[in-house]
Each structure stands twice: as C-alpha cells, then as structure tokens.
C-alpha cells in the first residue's frame, strides 16, 4: 500500500520559514517523480515544486522560485520543501504527490498523495 506522508505546517509570520517532509512507503521512492501542489480556501490546487527521480533536474511555480528549495533524500524515502521569506499568500494545504516519468504541473497526471498539511502565514 502506498502512502505519502507530510509534516512540518504549521503558523508563521510573514518572512518566517518552514520545511515541509513528505515521507513514501509501498514504493520504490528512486523511481518516482515528486512534486508539491497547494491549495488555498475556495482556489483551485496549483504546482509549486517538482524534483525528479535524482534530484538533480527542479521546477518552481514563478511566485516561489527563489525562496522555496525542493530536495530529496532517496535514501530516507522523503521529499522536502524549504520555505523562505513566506508570505500570507503563500497561506494553503500543501500536497505531496508522486508519479513515475516526468514531471509535470498538472496535477490529474500524478498517481499518489498525501492527506496534506496546513500552512498559515500571519501578516
């Protein structure tokens, strides 16, 4: 059974940081992309990060690249998110997700996900 795991949400300031974890089980973590989505109350999910299998190729949403770092740890089966300088619109659940291939923004296109963790900037 595959699951995705994440942690690490929780209240900041604006300017603040936070280093989300999502931690796979039931899968061979290598081989799958990775990828961080958001959603914010009553908006649609969006792409923020994408890692492929290696970790040696990333992708950004615009408004995050720059102050959000996405990384793996193959060997620990986990993917990471650091968050700098936050914002209040950077205020969503965020999502782990995985898929095998390339990565990509669209998020119908990826096969597993986490429950979500919530991310609440304060002005």
């Known amino acids: 059974q595959v699951q995705l795991v994440e942690s690490g949400g929780g209240l900041v300031q604006a300017g603040g940081s936070l280093r989300l974890s999502c931690a796979a089980s039931?899968?061979?973590?290598?081989?799958?992309?990775m990828a961080w989505f958001r959603q914010a109350p009553g908006k649609e999910r969006e792409f923020v990060a994408a890692?492929?299998?290696?970790?040696?190729?990333?992708d950004y949403k615009d408004s995050v690249k720059g102050r959000f770092t996405v990384s793996r740890d193959n060997a620990k089966n986990t993917v990471y998110l650091q968050m700098n300088s936050l914002q209040p619109e950077d205020t969503a659940v965020y999502y782990c997700a995985a898929k095998i291939g390339d990565y990509t923004w669209v998020n119908e296109k990826y096969t597993y996900w986490g429950q979500g963790t919530q991310v609440t900037v304060s002005s």
């Open positions: 039931g899968v061979i973590f290598s081989t799958y992309v």
């Open positions: 890692i492929n299998w290696s970790g040696a190729n990333t």
